[in-house]
T-cell receptor, first 113, second 112 residues
Framework: KAGVTQTPRYLIKTRGQQVTLSCSPISGHRSVSWYQQTPGQGLQFLFEYFSETQRNKGNFPGRFSGRQFSNSRSEMNVSTLELGDSALYLC????????????FGEGSRLTVL | KQEVTQIPAALSVPEGENLVLNCSFTDSAIYNLQWFRQDPGKGLTSLLLIQSSQREQTSGRLNASLDKSSGRSTLYIAASQPGDSATYLCAVIQTGANNLFFGTGTRLTVIP
């Protein structure tokens, strides 16, 4: 059974650009959530989607957005990139709609120059 | 706001030793607590999930306990091996939310 797949694994952007990251959850999982990991702030919650609806959002500026498709795949977008957006972006999926066990992908490492 | 703390931040032990990692959280209204390990530059691997109604979970050499009323969890690793070297993270899902609140992690090094 395939795990959570994130693409791309690594990417380099410059300030002001935008980026789109993709996440394919484990087959049958309908909940997808995104987290940002940085050395200074640790792991912080970005947002969570279930059945194409954003159910929960963390404390991030509006430059961070996401969406979920009917096949449960999800994308997140960061516009007008800043140096501080450099981080490992992790996607997690869960089978249940409430408080289920989360399974994470390998992450997308974004470097903003 | 839920705050999750892990002590110690780093731990170094000789191979074969048993060890305990600690996790504390400020709000006891949680759905569950999950332990993960993270290898350098990698994603998170789920180790154990403890529902709020449970006291402990075991998987192989790992045993996690939960004392919700005191806001504490421990991860016990028996007979440590060099392959156990990683950062261990605990996280809680708070009642009424569906996202994880993470601790800052414990970096474990097992010396051969």
């Amino acid at each position: 059974k395939a795990g959570v797949t994130q693409t791309p694994r690594y990417l380099i952007k410059t300030r002001g650009q935008q980026v789109t990251l993709s996440c394919s959850p484990i087959s049958g999982h309908r909940s997808v959530s995104w987290y940002q990991q940085t050395p200074g702030q640790g792991l912080q919650f970005l947002f969570e989607y279930f059945s194409e609806t954003q159910r929960n959002k963390g404390n991030f500026p509006g430059r961070f957005s996401g969406r979920q498709f009917s096949n449960s795949r999800s994308e997140m977008n960061v516009s007008t990139l800043e140096l501080g957006d450099s981080a490992l972006y992790l996607c997690a999926s869960s089978r249940t709609d409430v408080a289920g066990e989360l399974f994470f992908g390998e992450g997308s490492r974004l470097t903003v120059l | 706001k839920q705050e999750v703390t892990q002590i110690p931040a780093a731990l170094s032990v000789p191979e074969g030793e048993n060890l305990v990692l600690n996790c504390s959280f400020t709000d006891s209204a949680i759905y569950n607590l999950q332990w993960f390990r993270q290898d350098p530059g990698k994603g998170l691997t789920s180790l154990l999930l403890i529902q709020s109604s449970q006291r402990e979970q075991t998987s192989g050499r790992l045993n996690a306990s939960l004392d919700k009323s005191s806001g504490r969890s421990t991860l016990y690793i028996a007979a440590s091996q060099p392959g156990d070297s990683a950062t261990y993270l605990c996280a809680v899902i708070q009642t009424g939310a569906n996202n994880l609140f993470f601790g800052t992690g414990t970096r474990l090094t097992v010396i051969p």
